[in-house]
């Protein structure tokens, strides 16, 4: 490993600096802010990728954290963390590493969109018999997840909550379409949206 450098003109470039001070501030500002809210954080580990972080993020409890590939899910594992989410509609392909994570942890969880999703879920139980399952919902990026307001989501949710191999976590969604916001004005309405259709998604179900 190459001795780290003393002074920023001793820095080879192109390279990536963090200010962990800062970094440590905000977790706690979003660790403090979930407590006032009496909700659970879980932060995501696609963006930087490191258990330095990930530590920091989950205020040194290496608990309850998302992932969005299968190698970032088994690196974290190795290194000590539980609770992961795989955020990624699973495919039948990624079947038997999920069921070895579903195995090595207390808690893996995975995603699905589909009623493919499900059936592949449903014909191979992992060994304790039932997946830990969240529903992902579009609720207007477009990307993926099941459509907020059409009524075979409904259905595939009413699925996923009757099957006796499944346990549902519950609903996700991942707000991309606030990536072109202008200022924090249009990013805090376009997460109040997502809310209200969460929300409404949510009670079609009862």
């Known amino acids: 490993m190459p001795d780290i450098p ?3 003109d001793q820095l080879q470039t192109p390279c990536f600096l963090v200010d962990v001070d800062i970094v440590k501030k905000n977790a706690e500002k979003m660790q403090e802010r979930c407590k006032k809210l009496g909700v659970k954080l879980r932060p995501h580990m696609k963006t930087h990728k490191t258990t330095e972080a990930g530590e920091i993020l989950t205020n040194g409890t290496k608990q309850r ?3 969005s590939t299968l190698n970032e899910a088994e690196f974290f594992a190795d290194n000590g963390f539980d609770d992961i989410l795989y955020a990624f509609p699973l495919t039948e392909d990624k079947i038997n590493r999920c069921k070895a994570l579903t195995k090595r942890l207390n808690q893996f969880h995975v995603m699905t ?3 493919y999703g499900i059936d592949i879920l449903e014909k191979s139980p992992p060994h304790n018999g039932h997946w ?3 529903l992902k919902v579009d ?3 477009g990307r993926a997840g099941v459509v907020w307001n059409d009524p075979e989501s409904i259905k595939l949710a009413q699925r996923i909550a009757n099957s006796s191999s499944i346990d549902f976590q519950g609903i996700y969604t991942h707000e991309g379409n606030s990536y072109d916001s202008k200022g924090s004005k249009q990013i805090k309405e376009k997460g109040q949206t997502n809310v209200e259709r969460l929300v409404e998604f949510r009670k079609k179900q009862v």
Do not use: P, Q
């Open 113 to 115: 969109d589909s009623f």
């Open 6 to 8: 003393s002074s920023f």
């Open 132 to 134: 830990s399952v969240y």
């Open 139 to 141: 609720c207007g990026y």
């Open 65 to 67: 954290i998302v992932v």
